[in-house]
């Protein structure tokens, strides 16, 4: 069975404070994909990276950056100098070519509140 | 930039009404999901699509839901007899191939029953 934990239910910052949200995972399959996904007060899910499992370079797309780590089996994400317009739920999701469906299983999302 | 569209973006019904959600995934997409989300809580997955027939079904996925693509651009969620722990919102996915491509999810239905 796979599981996603995302200990932190909910982070608030002061703007341009650095932040990191926190996603550990469980799974027996060798192979897997890693997900952040962004649920903004409107409500929708707004994809943000995928990770495979062979592939643990780090990756940074202008304030965000994402540290995968098999042997700690996290995969964390980090914001540099936060806006209010990050404040959001935050997702980190897995999934396995093994299911013959590709679902994603979810954490329970850290809401980010990040205060001007 | 295409994206997955869906409707009505907020439906009211009673305790043992048929609904269905109604989607539409990405045009070059070839898998097709449903998700729900109660409020405040994870967003589990319900059902994925290809081929026109079920890939995956969750536990909550029982014989009051039901999927159906139409025709080539519709993808819809059927629920028979709805209950009050159906009130939900619902998310539709597609994605553009395996393995294990990124979902692109839609805007979501909230699906009250009362």
């Known amino acids: 069975a796979q599981k996603v934990t995302q200990a932190q239910t909910e982070i608030s910052v002061v703007e341009k404070e650095d932040v990191t949200l926190d996603c550990v995972y469980e799974t027996r399959d060798t192979t897997y994909y890693l997900f952040w996904y962004k649920q903004p007060p409107s409500g929708e899910l707004v994809f943000l990276i995928r990770r495979n499992s062979f592939d643990e370079q780090n990756e940074i797309s202008g304030r965000y950056s994402w540290n995968f780590q098999k042997s700690t ?44 | ?91 539709c996915a597609s994605s553009e191939t395996r393995p294990s491509y990124e979902q692109y999810f839609g805007p979501g239905t909230r699906l009250t029953v009362t």
């Open chain 1, 73 to 116: 089996s996290s995969f964390n994400f980090t914001i540099t100098a936060s806006q209010v317009v990050d404040s959001a739920v935050y997702f980190c999701a897995l999934s396995s070519p093994k299911n013959a469906g590709n679902m994603l299983t979810f954490g329970g999302g850290t809401r980010l509140m990040v205060k001007p």
């Open chain 2, 1 to 91: 930039e295409p994206e997955v569209t869906q409707t009505p973006s907020h439906q009211v019904t009673q305790m043992g009404q048929e609904v269905i959600l109604r989607c539409v995934p990405i045009s070059n997409h070839l898998y097709f999901y449903w998700y729900r989300q109660i409020l405040g809580q994870k967003v589990e997955f319900l059902v994925s699509f290809y081929n026109n027939e079920i890939s995956e079904k969750s536990e909550i996925f029982d014989d009051q839901f039901s999927v159906e693509r139409p025709d080539g651009s519709n993808f819809t969620l059927k629920i028979r007899s709805t209950k009050l722990e159906d009130s939900a919102m619902y998310f």
